[in-house]
């Protein structure tokens, strides 16, 4: 079965230091990986994602995130954080290899931006 | 182009009352999801439509909960009767490819059950 852990509730940083939200995950065959965010009383916003192919990846906002398959890891970057960041992030993985199999995602992690 | 709308905003009801949720998915997208998110925890799948067919309902809760998608357009969850635990947010998602393609959710249905 896939999973996702974001091992951090909550991630404090000061406005212009760069910023780390860790992902891991777990599936059989090969993922496909996600960022989504959801600013106050909004959906969930789409951010990025790995199918194939560089294992750096760029997205929206400035973010990125390094895929890190002998780690398992998905953890979104940022190379100075903004205080409008301030939101919940969630980090999600399908197992491509597995046929029609839902999104999972992790329980999210909460971003401040302190200015 | 419009969203994925999901009506009502908020819902509040008590125990042993129904409650019918609503999504307008993104014209043209076939995929319909439905999530919840229980207070902190993670984004749990519920069911997937592929038109009006539900193509995997692994994540349904148990037969309190029935969702529908007439015509292969808008898609209602109905919760009868809903129970305490039922309570968070309901996200509903669209994409036009199940595989690869990103999903775009509406702005959540919270159900409160008291």
């Known amino acids: 079965a896939q999973s996702v852990a974001q091992p951090e509730d909550q991630v404090n940083v000061a406005e212009g230091n760069p910023l780390t939200v860790k992902c891991t995950y777990s599936?059989?065959?090969?993922?496909?990986l996600f960022w989504y965010v959801q600013y106050p009383n909004r959906g969930l916003q789409f951010l990025l994602k790995?199918?194939?192919?560089?294992?750096l990846v760029k997205g929206s906002y400035g973010f990125e995130a390094e895929f890190n398959k002998s780690q398992t890891s998905f953890h979104l970057k940022k190379p100075s954080a903004l205080v409008s960041d301030s939101a919940l992030y969630f980090c999600?993985?399908?197992?491509?290899?597995?046929?029609?199999?839902?999104?999972?995602f992790g329980k999210g992690t909460r971003l401040s931006v302190i200015a | 182009e419009a969203g994925v709308t999901q009506f009502p905003s908020h819902s509040v009801i008590e125990k042993g009352q129904t409650v019918t949720l609503r999504c307008d998915p993104i014209?043209?997208?076939?995929?319909l999801y439905w999530y919840r998110r229980v207070m902190g925890k993670e984004i749990k799948f519920l069911l997937h439509?592929?038109?009006?067919?539900?193509?995997?309902e692994s994540g349904m809760p148990n037969n309190r909960f029935l969702a529908e998608r007439t015509g292969g357009t808008y898609s209602t969850l109905k919760v009868q009767p809903a129970e305490l635990e039922d309570s968070g947010v309901y996200f509903c998602?669209?994409?036009?490819?199940?595989?690869?393609?990103?999903?775009?959710f509406g702005e959540g249905s919270r159900l409160t059950v008291l």
């Open positions: 790995y199918i194939t192919g560089d294992n």
């Open positions: 014209s043209g997208h076939d995929n």
């Open positions: 999600a993985v399908r197992d491509l290899t597995s046929g029609n199999t839902p999104l999972v």
């Open positions: 439509f592929v038109k009006e067919s539900k193509q995997d």
């Open positions: 599936v059989s065959g090969n993922p496909y």
């Open positions: 998602a669209s994409s036009n490819e199940w595989r690869t393609g990103e999903l775009f």
